[in-house]
């Protein structure tokens, strides 16, 4: 789409996967997953339930480990090396379904938290840097309460600013919309689309399918462990290739 | 609708009534004794039974407490004076006041000592139980197992001092090695500390003075309440670390250390306290190098901590388990580490749900130590049950020492419990 357009997407090549394996014990959840994500870019997985496209996202960031191929992210190569891991997961924000917001500690406790302790930022500049992500996700005023008194869409974003706060330079979401009540995922994905714009590298597993037309400028279609189509968004709705894709867009575009 | 508006469907008000009192049957106290008390014929039938009850049992023990003598020198002097009309002999009590808190062999020109390490427990426990106060304050909390060792033992200040350095030594040993390996640190810190106090305590004998500041009490001679508390405030005190520990060694990837942690949780909590006790008193000496002296209210402390520390381990896996797996995931994916993930994350969300349990353990722990008594040890029951029942003149004075003891366990017991319920209300922040 035109304003997808605009967003560049530079030749650095932000993440590789080739011939990556996974199994679930005997389970083949991943079968030869090859793909590369380019830096700035905007990539919307989909696909039914069980299609291993949320396992995909978190090998990613190694919170599912792989036993075949490699994962090369900002080129440091995943290994059982847990300092290789560590460094990783530096450079790539997450956001959950359930958001996992820190229950224990205040909004701003939550985005100063990393800083402070892995990036080793001292506190007062760290809490400035919350501030400033809490004021882009549009909530700086609720700083100093709990996740629990905040409304699910206020959890996400705020998620989203405590996983902005470590300056990540690849952000994985992984359903960060199924949770919430309808008025609230107009929050959520405004606040995504804002990072887009910006240029963040993004992989992001939804069913949103407005926000895939509209940011997005790849879509990967998943299903049964493997990647079945990847198109731009225009003709990945429009014409879809395989039977699978086909059915699959028929079932949720159908309502 | 009113009278004077009853021409028109509109309705606005044009008077504020005044509030009234409601209806007597309904306010104040005859409304709560309807509601609670009185509410259909059962409960009124138990309320009137209940208070008969509680009025018997007033009625009936008012004279034995009202009559009750303080300053007799015998049980049969008390009788005497009461010539066969119910009273209590309370007498024993301050007769044997220092006997039921210090027990009987604790030279009595030193009982400031045991008293002034009492009062100091609860300024190095303050910082620890109430977060707000100024964490500078926790330094002294350090110091303080040591200086009461001193102060309760006596003897040359090099033991203790020693035992600190031991610590110190083992701390920056770890220090400096944990950056490179977290297990080079580790045992390395441990093989530091146990060097030192080899070291130290060969040094220590050679230069320590024959007369020393404070008199030397032999651990023998420790006894009545305050061995109770010395035992129970130490096993406590040590029992939560290792439970942590124990707790996260179950859940660990590593078979090794996942293998110990559950086959000594589980033989410690399959084998009763009182075996362990028996162990420590009478088995372990055949398992040390003839000649060796290891200390009894050690071999105690060591049993009772490792059996509250097995099941303060699997409380605290309770809590652990307890948390959503998201936490864990969330944490990683911020670039925490193992102990960064557990410190900050993990552990206080773990422990604040495992608080009533780990409570019921320490308070349960706390009367255990009272078993004491069974190897010989004369610790408050030991006490009662021992030198004042046996001795001529306190024969027979059942009720007012067991009484007395239930009311001092009691007291301490009750004062944790209320403790953990005003924390668990600090640390509520809304439903996760």
Request: glycine share 6%.
């Given at each position: 789409m035109a304003e997808a357009q605009k967003m560049e997407v530079s030749d650095e090549i932000a993440i590789s996967i080739r011939k990556m394996n996974k199994w679930y014990g005997s389970f083949h959840?991943?079968?030869?997953i090859d793909l590369t994500v380019n830096r700035g870019e905007r990539i919307v997985i989909c696909g039914p339930s069980g299609s291993g496209k949320s396992t995909l996202i978190r090998c990613i960031n190694a919170l599912e480990e792989h036993q075949k191929g490699t994962i090369e992210v900002d080129g440091i190569t995943l290994s059982s090396d847990i300092k290789n891991v560590d460094k990783i997961r530096r450079e790539v924000g997450m956001c959950f379904q359930h958001f996992n917001?820190?229950?224990?500690?205040?909004i701003l406790e939550n985005c100063t938290l990393a800083p402070i302790w892995v990036r080793k930022t001292p506190k007062k500049e760290a809490e400035e840097i919350a501030m400033h992500f809490l004021e882009k996700v549009k909530i700086p005023e609720q700083a100093d309460k709990y996740p629990g008194q905040l409304s699910g869409g206020q959890q996400q974003r705020v998620a989203i600013a405590r996983s902005l706060c470590m300056r990540p330079r690849i952000m994985l979401f992984d359903?960060?919309?199924?949770?919430?009540?309808p008025e609230m995922i107009a929050e959520v994905l405004d606040t995504m689309i804002e990072l887009a714009e910006e240029g963040m590298t993004m992989l992001c597993v939804t069913h949103e399918m407005g926000f895939a037309r509209k940011v997005a400028n790849r879509v990967i279609f998943m299903d049964q462990g493997q990647i079945v189509e990847q198109n731009e968004p225009e003709e990945f709705f429009n014409n879809p290739k395989s039977e699978r894709t086909q059915l699959f867009l028929s079932q949720i575009l159908g309502h | 609708m009113s009278d004077t508006h009853a021409q028109s469907v509109a309705f606005v008000r044009e008077t504020s009534l005044p509030p009234v009192p409601p209806p007597a049957s309904q306010a104040g106290a005859v409304k709560w004794m309807r509601e609670n008390?009185?509410?259909n014929w059962v409960n009124a039938v138990l309320t009137i039974g209940s208070l008969y009850i509680i009025a018997m049992i007033v009625v009936k023990s008012a004279p034995w407490f009202m009559n009750g003598m303080w300053d007799t020198p015998s049980l049969a002097a008390c009788r005497e004076i009461l010539q066969?009309?119910?009273?209590?002999?309370?007498s024993v009590l301050t007769e044997r006041w220092n006997q039921l808190l210090f027990g009987f062999k604790y030279p009595s020109t030193e009982y400031w000592r045991p008293g002034l390490a009492f009062l100091l427990l609860f300024i190095a426990a303050a910082p620890v139980m109430f977060f707000k106060l100024p964490r500078k304050l926790l330094i002294f909390t350090a110091i303080y197992p040591f200086l009461a060792f001193w102060l309760i033992w006596g003897g040359t200040i090099w033991t203790p001092l020693i035992a600190a350095f031991g610590f110190v030594v083992g701390y920056l040993v770890y220090a400096r090695f944990m950056k490179q390996s977290f297990a080079a640190g580790f045992f390395g810190g441990i093989a530091a500390a146990f060097l030192t106090w080899w070291l130290g305590g060969m040094v220590g004998e050679a230069i320590a003075?024959?007369?020393?500041l404070l008199e030397a009490v032999n651990s023998r001679d420790m006894g009545g309440f305050m061995l109770n508390m010395l035992l129970g405030v130490t096993c406590v005190s040590l029992s939560l670390p290792l439970g942590i520990v124990l707790a996260l060694g179950r859940q660990s990837n590593l078979p090794l250390i996942k293998g110990i942690c559950v086959v000594f949780i589980e033989f410690i909590r399959g084998v009763p306290l009182i075996t362990l006790l028996f162990v420590a008193n009478v088995v372990l000496a055949y398992f040390l190098p003839p000649g060796t002296t290891f200390d009894l209210i050690l071999r105690v402390i060591i049993m009772i901590t490792m059996f509250s520390s097995a099941y303060i381990a699997e409380v605290i896996r309770g809590g652990l388990a307890a948390l959503p797996k998201g936490q864990y995931e969330a944490a990683d994916s911020l670039g925490l580490d193992y102990p960064q993930a557990m410190r900050l994350i993990i552990l206080p969300q773990a422990l604040k749900i495992s608080i009533p349990g780990i409570v019921n353990i320490a308070v349960g722990l706390f009367k255990d130590t009272t078993l004491v008594s069974v190897i010989s040890m004369f610790d408050l029951v030991g006490m009662i049950r021992g030198p004042i029942l046996a001795s001529t003149e306190w024969n027979g004075v059942y009720w007012e020492l067991f009484l007395f003891a239930a009311l001092l366990f009691f007291i301490v017991c009750y004062g944790i419990s209320q403790y953990s319920q005003w924390l668990e209300r600090q640390l509520a922040t809304g439903h996760r």
């Open positions: 959840v991943l079968r030869d917001l820190f229950p224990h500690l205040s359903e960060p919309t199924s949770a919430l009540d | 008390l009185f509410s066969g009309k119910t009273g209590a002999c309370f003075p024959q007369e020393t």
